[in-house]
């Protein structure tokens, strides 16, 4: 964390400023649900191509691994910690409710299934990485870099759209960021409600209030190094509730008859919504692979990404079989509400996970901050002038997730619209994109098996996108007139 300053758009931000720099260094790491990204300036990608020719060749003797200069590189095991937390945080929660909707051998075959199509596409995003680091002779690139470079050394007439591409994958990034920090607002204040509902009783609406001034404030802190502490803590309370989770869940489980096998074909995509939204870790995956001291320990059946995803696929499929299994149809969209709640121990998983959750809200933050905050200093002069409107974006950007939380209170349906909207399109829609375009000029295999694939894929993600957006939108309107 004290090495790391994420950031986002340096390419816009240098546009905004009327700046060009070179490449920066990649991200290190990534904090849990986070998606960061680190984006070279688009003139010193386009500079290793001259020409249309020059830019669609790939120099197969480049190894962008040997390139990287890495003051503090990370190990496999390093790694792999940072893998988990990218990928397990308040989904995991809400995967007893996504088995609801799906019923519990669908709900079991399709988390697998999904966690297998996922880690596909991170496999496709890290070997189009590779071949484009090669082509534009890079050490490393970023999501929304792969993007621009994907279309940049693509067809001829798809070049035009590369500076599209890079925005549409960083508007996706903003907006799942955000979703996230909706999420979050929304988790906590539930948590904190389904403990005072013991003592006395008020809405959501004002927990969410209370809970506002303390956000805005710590949200002003602007290093990342001073929020090291505050994730460690963090970490090691979310760890701690999830284990005490586990220990509710296991005892005294009923038969499995006494929930529904399958699901009616109605709230399926809203299984999809919550199952991506859950899975999407896919941010963080180039950093981690940009940053390993021996980066082809990543890849392989036994390497790194895989065996994180297996981890994380199990941890899923379990707390979302056993937590449907044990809590029925009265499963909530946290496993934390479902707790007993006159119990001592039960009530302090749920403050445990809404400080924790809480806390992390600032780590979920600071990426949506950095992509506008650059283009939002550009348009002042003086310093003071600058630091002011940070400030005020700051405030704006928490207020704002405080009010989307407030307008939208069912945690479930709120869990599910970003899953469908931003986690399908970064997870699913833009990884097969990108692979179709990188090896136009190289080739898709025998019998364009690659092709075929990218597109099944494709079309698994747009009917998830489209439909799970339909539902969740559906349902989010139906608690809404009631």
Same mark, same amino acid.
């Given at each position: 964390?004290?090495?790391?300053?994420?950031?986002?758009?340096?390419? @816009?931000?240098?546009?905004?400023?009327?700046?060009?720099?070179?490449?920066?260094?990649?991200?290190?790491?990534?904090?849990?649900?986070?998606?960061?990204?680190?984006?070279?300036?688009?003139?010193?990608?386009?500079?290793?191509?001259?020409?249309?020719?020059?830019?669609?060749?790939?120099?197969?003797?480049?190894?962008?691994?040997?390139?990287?200069?890495?003051?503090?590189?990370?190990?496999?095991?390093?790694?792999?910690?940072?893998?988990?937390?990218?990928?397990?945080?308040?989904?995991?929660?809400?995967?007893?409710? #996504?088995?609801?909707?799906?019923?519990?051998?669908?709900? %079991?075959?399709?988390?697998?299934?999904?966690?297998?199509?996922?880690?596909?596409?991170?496999?496709?995003?890290?070997?189009?990485?590779?071949?484009?680091?090669?082509?534009?002779?890079?050490?490393?690139?970023?999501?929304?870099?792969?993007?621009?470079?994907?279309?940049?050394?693509?067809?001829?007439?798809?070049?035009? *759209?590369?500076?599209?591409?890079?925005?549409?994958?960083?508007?996706?990034?903003?907006?799942?960021?955000?979703?996230?920090?909706?999420?979050?607002?929304?988790?906590?204040? +539930?948590?904190?409600?389904?403990?005072?509902?013991? *003592?006395?009783?008020?809405?959501?609406? !004002?927990?969410?209030?209370?809970?506002?001034?303390?956000?805005?404030? %710590?949200?002003?802190?602007?290093?990342?190094?001073?929020?090291?502490?505050?994730?460690?803590?963090?970490?090691?309370?979310?760890?701690?509730?999830?284990?005490?989770?586990?220990?509710?869940? %296991?005892?005294?489980?009923?038969?499995?008859?006494?929930?529904?096998?399958?699901?009616?074909?109605?709230?399926?995509?809203? *299984?999809?919504?919550?199952?991506?939204?859950?899975?999407?870790?896919?941010?963080?995956?180039?950093?981690?692979?940009?940053?390993?001291?021996?980066?082809? @320990?990543?890849?392989?059946?036994?390497?790194?990404?895989?065996?994180?995803?297996?981890?994380? #696929?199990?941890?899923?499929?379990?707390?979302?079989?056993?937590?449907?299994?044990?809590?029925?149809?009265?499963?909530?969209?946290?496993?934390?509400?479902?707790?007993?709640?006159?119990?001592?121990?039960?009530?302090?998983?749920?403050?445990?996970?809404?400080?924790? !959750?809480?806390?992390? *809200?600032?780590?979920?933050?600071?990426?949506?901050?950095?992509?506008?905050?650059?283009?939002?200093?550009?348009?002042? @002069?003086?310093?003071?002038?600058?630091?002011?409107?940070?400030?005020?974006?700051?405030?704006?950007?928490?207020?704002?997730?405080?009010?989307?939380?407030?307008?939208?209170?069912? +945690?479930?349906?709120?869990?599910?619209?970003?899953?469908?909207?931003?986690?399908?399109?970064?997870?699913?829609?833009?990884?097969?994109?990108?692979?179709?375009?990188?090896?136009?000029?190289?080739?898709?295999?025998?019998?364009?098996?690659?092709?075929?694939?990218?597109?099944?894929?494709?079309?698994?993600? %747009?009917?998830?996108?489209?439909?799970?957006?339909?539902?969740?939108?559906?349902?989010?309107?139906?608690?809404?007139?009631?």
């Amino acid at each position: 964390m004290t090495e790391r300053q994420p950031l986002l758009l340096q390419s @816009d931000a240098s546009d905004y400023e009327g700046s060009r720099g070179s490449a920066a260094r990649p991200v290190r790491s990534s904090p849990p649900d986070n998606t960061l990204v680190n984006v070279h300036s688009e003139d010193s990608l386009a500079a290793s191509g001259s020409g249309d020719e020059e830019i669609g060749s790939t120099d197969k003797s480049y190894n962008p691994t040997h390139h990287r200069d890495l003051e503090h590189p990370t190990s496999n095991f390093d790694t792999l910690v940072h893998l988990l937390k990218g990928n397990i945080g308040t989904g995991i929660l809400a995967m007893p409710d #996504a088995f609801k909707n799906a019923g519990l051998y669908v709900g %079991l075959f399709g988390t697998m299934i999904m966690g297998a199509i996922c880690t596909h596409c991170m496999h496709m995003l890290v070997n189009c990485s590779h071949e484009l680091c090669r082509r534009f002779q890079q050490p490393s690139l970023d999501f929304s870099e792969v993007a621009y470079c994907s279309f940049e050394s693509g067809p001829l007439g798809l070049r035009r *759209y590369s500076m599209l591409a890079r925005r549409i994958v960083t508007t996706f990034l903003f907006i799942t960021q955000i979703g996230f920090c909706c999420v979050y607002f929304l988790f906590v204040a +539930l948590n904190i409600k389904d403990v005072m509902d013991h *003592y006395y009783k008020m809405p959501v609406q !004002i927990y969410l209030l209370i809970m506002l001034g303390p956000m805005i404030l %710590l949200n002003l802190v602007r290093n990342l190094k001073y929020l090291t502490p505050v994730s460690l803590v963090a970490a090691l309370l979310t760890v701690a509730g999830l284990a005490i989770t586990f220990s509710y869940m %296991l005892v005294e489980l009923p038969d499995v008859h006494t929930v529904k096998p399958v699901a009616t074909w109605a709230t399926l995509p809203l *299984y999809f919504g919550t199952a991506i939204y859950a899975f999407e870790g896919i941010g963080v995956v180039l950093p981690l692979e940009n940053n390993m001291r021996t980066p082809e @320990d990543f890849g392989g059946t036994t390497g790194v990404l895989n065996t994180g995803m297996v981890i994380v #696929a199990c941890l899923y499929t379990a707390v979302g079989f056993f937590g449907y299994l044990k809590y029925g149809e009265h499963v909530e969209g946290s496993i934390t509400l479902n707790l007993p709640q006159g119990d001592t121990l039960s009530q302090l998983v749920r403050i445990s996970m809404a400080v924790a !959750i809480f806390l992390s *809200y600032t780590l979920q933050f600071y990426v949506p901050v950095n992509i506008v905050e650059p283009f939002v200093r550009s348009h002042f @002069d003086t310093t003071r002038a600058k630091d002011l409107s940070a400030t005020v974006l700051r405030v704006v950007l928490v207020t704002f997730t405080f009010l989307l939380a407030t307008c939208i209170p069912n +945690l479930g349906s709120i869990i599910s619209l970003v899953g469908a909207v931003s986690s399908s399109a970064l997870a699913l829609i833009a990884p097969p994109i990108i692979e179709v375009i990188t090896f136009y000029n190289v080739g898709y295999g025998r019998f364009n098996w690659m092709l075929w694939k990218d597109v099944l894929i494709l079309i698994f993600g %747009l009917c998830g996108f489209v439909f799970g957006t339909w539902a969740s939108l559906a349902q989010i309107l139906n608690d809404t007139t009631h």
